[in-house]
């Protein structure tokens, strides 16, 4: 049996940031640029104003308070026709082209602006109570980005403010690695598709459903390839829909059952890479390829599979995704209770983190069974007991997994 650092190894090594496709821009959030972004032209693309206020020679107020004729009035988007002479000023909104002449805005919470009752379009002066220097709340042409420049660089993650970058550039799409497309087959004779008659004997399939949300949760696209049977037929038949996915993730059949046929399947149409790893729960994994095929066989428990998928399936989907922090978010909490861990295994508790003054605190959720779903469902982290400890007493410092740190940061309200 291998430990699951080297499993993770193993299994990551059997993948690649996937081709770069051209996707329109809001489809790109969360996907990882694979080029570099080069400025066509300059942000932004003129000098404009970076307030409401006048537009003048910053020479002329420099003995301030000083009087000035007011020219013209500016709005965002309009160009004045008119330049900014000796001793005169332009009434300018915040985003309008900078006047010719003019070298400085002053706000109008510096003038008399706020306590001359004239309309603003029959002013025709305005006193400048302070000087302003040159270049006062003047935003340069390209101040932002140069033509040119790269603002973005191959391996950035596009986040919403990369995303309005792009559009500033006038681009309507992003070059990107495409998302693995994740094929996901439940095996079992005693599994029931969601809305089938549940006969004797017979349970829900949930571990798909699950999956296919994880699959989703990581940015790749699930196709739902539903139940096989514990045949190697079925097998085979399922495979064959599994189609040019960039991995296939299995549930069930991986133990050592009488039949569970998902190993001995992988060996005979492909080959194994790893089957058992030192982890509690999941320790039936199997991970091997069929033809160009990884394939990623998880244990039917569901915690198991949840647990094992957080650990094996999410990096390899960021590593294709052209994602290089592929470790999960970890805190180290303290522990509100002694955890025991018999068997030399890594074993990961269920468990509520919470922050308080003090810092994170991690409780386990009580339930261990590994068939237990409820209580993955009401935890928000993973406790990781290392395979070193048998016992970890209660107030030790621990390492606790976060697969999404909005739950954490909602438990603060
Ligand atoms: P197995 O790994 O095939 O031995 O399955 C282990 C346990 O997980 C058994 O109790 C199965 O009934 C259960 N199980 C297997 N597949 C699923 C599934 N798709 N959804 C829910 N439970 C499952
Ligand atoms: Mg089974």
Redesign the pocket.
């Known amino acids: 049996m291998i430990g699951v650092d080297e499993a993770r190894e193993r299994i990551l090594s059997h993948f690649r940031p996937l081709e770069a496709v051209d996707i329109p821009l809001l489809e790109a959030l969360g996907l990882v640029a694979a080029a570099d972004v080069v400025a066509s032209a300059a942000v932004p693309p003129f000098r404009n104003s970076a307030m409401d206020g006048y537009a003048l020679r910053a020479a002329d107020a420099a003995r301030a308070p000083v009087t000035l004729r007011v020219v013209d009035n500016v709005a965002a988007g309009t160009v004045s026709p008119l330049a900014v002479a000796a001793g005169e000023a332009m009434r300018i909104m915040t985003g309008a082209p900078l006047p010719a002449g003019a070298d400085a805005v002053v706000r109008f919470e510096e003038t008399n602006e706020v306590d001359d009752p004239a309309p603003a379009r029959q002013r025709r002066v305005v006193e400048v109570r302070r000087a302003p220097r040159t270049g006062d709340n003047v935003r340069e042409a390209g101040e932002d980005i140069a033509a040119g420049d790269v603002p973005i660089q191959a391996g950035t993650r596009l986040g919403p403010a990369a995303i309005g970058l792009l559009a500033s550039l006038n681009l309507s799409s992003a070059r990107v690695h495409r998302r693995p497309v994740v094929g996901i087959l439940?095996?079992?004779d005693?599994?029931a598709e969601v809305g089938a008659e549940l006969g004797p004997g017979q349970?829900?399939?949930?571990?798909?459903y699950m999956l296919a949300a994880l699959v989703r949760r990581y940015d790749g696209d699930p196709v739902l390839l539903g139940?096989a049977r514990?045949s190697a037929a079925d097998l085979r038949d399922a495979l064959r829909h599994a189609g040019n996915a960039d991995l296939l993730v299995t549930?069930?059949?991986?133990?050592v059952?009488d039949?569970?046929l998902v190993k001995d399947f992988m060996q005979s149409e492909g080959r194994v890479d790893v089957w058992q790893v030192r982890m509690k729960p999941g320790k039936?994994l199997a991970f091997g390829v069929i033809g160009s095929l990884p394939v990623l066989g998880l244990?039917?428990?569901?915690v198991?599979?949840l647990v094992s998928f957080e650990q094996f399936g999410r990096p390899a989907l960021l590593k294709m995704l052209g994602r290089t922090d592929l470790a999960m978010p970890t805190v180290r909490a303290t522990l509100s209770e002694k955890l025991e861990n018999r068997g030399g295994r890594r074993h990961f508790v269920r468990g509520v983190l919470t922050r308080d003054d003090a810092g994170f605190r991690v409780h386990p959720t009580g339930e261990r069974g590994s068939?237990v779903l409820t209580s993955a469902a009401r935890s928000n982290c993973l406790i990781v007991v290392p395979e070193t400890a048998d016992v970890v007493e209660s107030g030790s410092v621990i390492d606790v997994q976060v697969p999404d740190p909005e739950t954490l940061f909602t438990t603060l309200a």
């Open positions: 439940a095996t079992g005693e599994v349970i829900r399939n949930s571990n798909s139940v514990d549930s069930g059949g991986v133990s059952g039949f569970d039936p244990p039917g428990n569901p198991a599979a068939a």
